[in-house]
């Protein structure tokens, strides 16, 4: 281990223990409780073992003791099999006598309500300085190590491959289903564990200490919830710097912000939305179903680099062939046809009339009968520049001999770093682990070839942002003290639109001219005063979506603006006081802006940070659903490079660039308005809520932007 901080010294004790003492161990492998010690002896562990029940002298050919206090020596790790009603004093017990972790198993915690969180919080006071891993955890296991701390079935499984991919989950049970999904396809695991409740270690801690773990290159994370974002943040991060690859199953996608009525913004960045964000900025590949956890996971841990959208499908069985070249097609994947020299190699391989090489799938019809002419057709397309990766498509002949299929194309690895993956045609879940047990990523889906390419090619995109990550702006940093001293002025709540556009002009970003008024012979004089068709809105602090209550009115020549107030005013007031909220006595009359495109800005505090979303702007906002969001860092704002990006990656992103003949819109004020967009929430920090912009006019090129209307809630 590289590193030595006290959590890496604990966690390093906790998952390659020398001494283990079970506590609560049973006597009956037949119950959960006989399982731990059975488990530990099975796989091998060579550590010493010492069961705890004071009701029995042996078990399992162990000296069993009565209590902690009464064995031999300070065990690394004590795991706690007894219920919650025994278990804090057994922690207690473990903690005085100096043990590194505790492992609890009992439920009957938070998962159960009010009194099980009380109990969990004695249990974390009982362990003191010793680190607790649970409750209501299936434990965990180190196969590199031999090492099984855990009572989960699956472990009955005789031969558990050791591999390069550990597994954190906060769900027990989903860790014995990796565990035993994996075996059956020869997928190799490093580490597991189950961190559940997470009393005192959670995710990003064993997260962090596995970026270490010299036997792991991927881990694979199946969440729950995150209890420390930035933790959280700081790990992937670090993973990502170390060449390590993060895959995450989230579960729970279908939560909504609980702000969404509130703003546009916080409608459109809901919860599953910004957990895309966190994962796609910290370099987390994001698995999208249950399976692409395992699949992805495989697919990364072979190490391989795929650089490009071009895949060669080489099959010998037509119709599985077009299953997979479909899949590919609708990711975005291309599958063309062999180039000239690539098609006249496989022609001399194969000396026969029977091949299809004119497109893709290439139909090699022997190659599934002949290992040495299926090793050298892959070969052929792993050097061909044509082809960024190769499927091989394994058809029922290799049902007949699957050892020899299995090592004709293991025997094609070292010659190309390419991605090499197989499709299993028929049902051969044996042809699948051999395949897997040679290193080989072998998928009985074809959508399952398309999410491992689509993670392969995630790393690589998210290593080159690596690559171009800026350093902070200190000097905007420092910059920030006026306007959080003008910010502190301003009182908790919604402010009225006039006061938001203030707070942004005070951030630098360009806003509409306007006057407040309270009569209709005040907005008239206004009106007169700009010499121009006028906007005209009620200004109210509790009232946010004006046009919902007819408080707004556009296009308005100065000559009728007392009478288009008149009118306003009457149709506010009915609609507010029969929604029994408070009659506005302020208006606004505001210069109308023509031309240019309609953008929003938005800020929204969530439980993983603030999360900036930028998007199409306008009443539509919603119903175009063209948006993209960021977390914003915990100190300073965007940088320009990262806020162009958020621009570009836009899908009406042309309208800003020209698209049929517009007008080139002021991009580069657009730039700085999201940049200093994100500096105001660092500024107010805990105090902003949200805010936003809708809509943010871009003018064009050189004529900057105008923030046309407003919404900033304070606590």
């Excluded at 036997?215 to 729950?224: K, M, P, W």
Aim: glycine share 10%; net charge negative.
């Amino acid at each position: 281990m590289t590193s030595l901080t006290p959590t890496a010294i604990a966690l390093d004790r906790l998952l390659r223990p020398r001494s283990v003492a079970v506590i609560g161990a049973s006597a009956d492998p037949s119950k959960t409780a006989g399982r731990p010690v059975a488990y530990l002896q099975k796989h091998g562990f060579g550590g010493a073992i010492y069961p705890i029940n004071p009701r029995v002298d042996t078990l399992a050919g162990l000296t069993c003791y009565s209590s902690v206090s009464a064995l031999p020596q300070v065990p690394d790790v004590g795991l706690v099999l007894v219920g919650p009603e025994r278990a804090e004093a057994a922690v207690r017990e473990l903690a005085a006598c100096g043990t590194a972790a505790a492992i609890v198993l009992a439920g009957g915690y938070t998962e159960t309500g009010e009194a099980g969180a009380q109990r969990q919080h004695a249990l974390k006071v009982a362990a003191g300085s010793m680190r607790l891993l649970g409750p209501n955890t299936i434990g965990l296991v180190n196969l590199t190590d031999r090492i099984t701390l855990s009572a989960s079935g699956a472990l009955e499984i005789k031969d558990l491959p050791a591999g390069n991919i550990a597994v954190i989950s906060q769900s027990g049970g989903i860790l014995g289903a990796l565990l035993s999904r994996a075996a059956a396809r020869g997928i190799g695991f490093s580490k597991l564990v189950s961190t559940s409740n997470e009393v005192d270690l959670e995710v990003a801690d064993i997260l962090d200490y596995l970026v270490d773990d010299e036997a792991t290159q991927v881990i694979a994370l199946y969440i729950e919830t995150l209890r420390n974002p930035v933790k959280f943040r700081l790990a992937a991060e670090r993973a990502r710097l170390a060449g390590k690859s993060v895959v995450a199953f989230k579960v729970g996608r279908s939560e909504q912000g609980a702000a969404a009525a509130v703003s546009h913004t916080g409608a459109m960045a809901g919860a599953d939305r910004v957990y895309d964000a966190l994962f796609a900025q910290a370099g987390v590949v994001r698995a999208q179903t249950f399976a692409d956890l395992l699949d992805m996971s495989a697919a990364l841990a072979s190490g391989r680099c795929l650089l490009g959208r071009r895949v060669a499908i080489l099959t010998s069985t037509g119709g599985a062939g077009t299953l997979v070249a479909d899949s590919l097609g609708l990711a975005g994947f291309e599958t063309p046809a062999p180039d000239a020299e690539t098609a006249s190699d496989l022609r001399a391989l194969q000396q026969n009339d029977q091949a299809a090489l004119d497109r893709n799938p290439i139909d090699v019809t022997l190659a599934g009968l002949q290992p040495l002419l299926l090793r050298g057709a892959i070969s052929i397309l792993l050097a061909s520049p044509t082809y960024d990766a190769v499927v091989v498509i394994v058809g029922s002949s290799a049902l007949a001999m699957p050892d020899l299929m299995a090592d004709a194309i293991h025997a094609s690895l070292p010659g190309s770093a390419k991605p090499l993956l197989a499709y299993v045609s028929p049902h051969a879940p044996e042809v699948a682990r051999l395949l897997g047990l040679r290193g080989v990523p072998a998928f009985s889906a074809p959508e399952s070839c398309t999410a491992a390419f689509t993670a392969l090619l995630m790393q690589e995109v998210s290593s080159a942002h690596e690559a171009q990550k800026a350093s902070p702006d200190l000097a905007a940093i420092e910059s920030r003290s006026p306007l959080a001293a003008y910010a502190a002025g301003l009182s908790a709540g919604p402010l009225d639109e006039h006061e938001a556009k203030q707070l942004f002009a005070k951030a630098g970003i360009g806003v509409v001219r306007e006057t407040v008024v309270r009569t209709t012979a005040d907005a008239q004089r206004a009106a007169e005063a700009f010499g121009t068709p006028v906007v005209l809105k009620l200004l109210s602090r509790h009232i946010l979506h004006k046009s919902e209550v007819g408080g707004v009115a556009v296009n308005v020549a100065p000559a009728d603006v007392a009478a288009r107030l008149g009118l306003m005013q009457i149709t506010v007031k009915e609609a507010v006081q029969a929604a029994k909220n408070t009659v506005p006595d302020a208006w606004l009359v505001q210069e109308m802006v023509s031309g240019g495109t309609e953008m929003l800005l938005g800020l929204q505090r969530d439980p993983l940070g603030m999360v900036l979303l930028l998007g199409m702007g306008g009443v539509t906002a919603e119903l175009l659903d063209d948006s993209v969001l960021r977390l914003l860092p915990e100190v300073g704002g965007l940088q320009p490079a990262e806020a162009r990006a958020m621009v570009h990656s836009l899908k009406t992103w042309p309208l800003l660039n020209g698209y049929r003949g517009r007008p080139l819109a002021d991009v580069d004020a657009l730039v700085d308005a999201i940049v200093q967009f994100s500096q105001l929430a660092d500024a107010l920090g805990e105090r902003l809520l949200t805010a936003e912009i809708n809509p943010l006019f871009v003018l064009s090129a050189g004529q900057g932007v105008r923030a046309a209307d407003g919404v900033v809630v304070l606590t």
